[in-house]
């Protein structure tokens, strides 16, 4: 099974601070993808990216930047909190071949104070 | 008009009821469907995954998609108290990569 895991569940930051998400899969895909999902506004893509130390943007992606220093682990940086990045982050992974299938990590709640 | 069309529901049923989500869309580019089922504070499961017009069925779950109408279709028989989630429907088109496109979830209820 394609087992995509985040590095916590629930996280409190406060305004300003420095936030790392961590994401990793085991399934040697070669894609990876960051979302955020807020009530209302279903799944909105924040970056992916399809090789290492490649990235690119995706509907959203102020306020953020992105990581991928290995095939395997794709990390999400807020750079200053901001009480408007308060959601839940979803990581996803997929196969370059195929039909795009991704598969997801449980999810992250994120609320800035 | 937005790419992809999801009845946002809630939708309540009896148990054993038969459910139909269903998601429209506009793009005739896209050529792979997906159903992700999601339970509440968890993350998006894939349940089904479909390329061609018809029906897929997987247990009590089938899939059904009409490329000519641009209308996707799950269908639950027999529901249960655990189907109750979100169902999200995706669709992918090639564009370098397969990039997945997401209708905004239907939530649904199954009562005992």
């Known amino acids: 099974d394609v087992k995509v895991t985040q590095s916590s569940r629930y996280l409190v930051k406060r305004t300003g601070e420095k936030v790392f998400l961590e994401c990793v899969q085991d399934?040697?895909?070669?894609?990876m993808f960051w979302y955020r999902q807020d009530p209302g506004l279903g799944l909105r893509l924040i970056y992916f990216?399809?090789?290492?130390?490649?990235?690119e943007k995706g509907d959203i992606p102020e306020g953020y930047s992105v990581s991928r220093e290995k095939k395997e682990r794709f990390s999400l940086i807020l750079e200053s909190a901001s009480t408007n990045q308060t959601s839940m982050y979803l990581c996803?992974?997929?196969f370059g071949q195929g039909g795009g299938e991704q598969f997801f990590g449980p999810g992250t709640r994120l609320t800035v104070l | 008009q937005k790419e992809v069309e999801q009845d946002p529901g809630p939708l309540s049923v009896p148990e054993g009821a038969i459910v139909s989500l269903n998601c429209t869309y506009s793009?005739?580019?896209?050529?792979?469907f997906m159903w992700y089922r999601q339970y509440s504070r968890k993350g998006p499961e894939l349940l089904m995954y479909?390329?061609?017009?018809g029906n897929k069925e997987d247990g009590r779950f089938t899939a059904q998609v009409d490329k000519s109408s641009k209308y996707i279709s799950l269908f639950i028989r027999d529901s249960q108290p655990s189907d109750s989630a979100t169902y999200l429907c995706?669709?992918?088109?090639?564009?370098?990569?397969?990039?997945?496109?997401f209708g905004k979830g239907t939530k649904l209820s199954v009562i005992p």
């Open positions: 996803a992974s997929s």
């Open positions: 399934m040697d895909h070669e894609n």
């Open positions: 990216s399809y090789d290492v130390k490649m990235k």
């Open positions: 793009n005739s580019a896209f050529q792979y």
């Open positions: 479909t390329y061609s017009s």
């Open positions: 995706a669709m992918s088109v090639w564009a370098g990569s397969y990039q997945l496109t």
